[in-house]
């Protein structure tokens, strides 16, 4: 899609830190890491988001990729967490489907936190 940063990067148009590929995904360290380890899975196709009409099959790569990234990055025996944000709420800014796997340093306690007053 025109003008989408990760389709981009899938077209090799801008670099970016390559972990692992295959046909459908690919995985690459996030630019502004919010874990030591956070790495993005990404889907070769453009889709908007996780409900955006996913076929089984790229869904099923996209989680299976996840342990081979964790393994690739060291984290597999430490643990990770793997995030996707969809939609306003969840704060998603890049609106092509992706996920995030983060760890390499234990996290505090609970998962989520709020915006105020919101
Ligand atoms: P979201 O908030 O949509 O779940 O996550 C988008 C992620 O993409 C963010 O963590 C952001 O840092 C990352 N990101 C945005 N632009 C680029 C880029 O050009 N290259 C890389 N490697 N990551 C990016
Ligand atoms: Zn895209």
Do not use: W
Request: hydrophobic share 45%; glycine share 10%; net charge negative.
């Amino acid at each position: 899609m025109d003008g989408c940063i990760f389709c981009m990067i899938v077209r090799g148009e801008i670099p970016a830190k390559k972990v692992l590929e295959d046909d459908l995904i690919i995985a690459f360290d996030d630019i502004a890491p919010q874990a030591p380890v956070h790495t993005l899975i990404v889907s070769r196709e453009h889709h908007a988001h996780i409900g955006d009409d996913v076929p089984e099959v790229l869904r099923s790569a996209m989680m299976g990729a996840v342990p081979r990234v964790a393994e690739a990055k060291g984290i597999a025996s430490s643990g990770y967490r793997t995030i996707i944000n969809t939609g306003p709420d969840a704060q998603q800014s890049v609106h092509h489907l992706h996920l995030h796997v983060m760890g390499g340093r234990r996290m505090a306690a609970g998962m989520v936190s709020f915006e105020e007053g919101r």
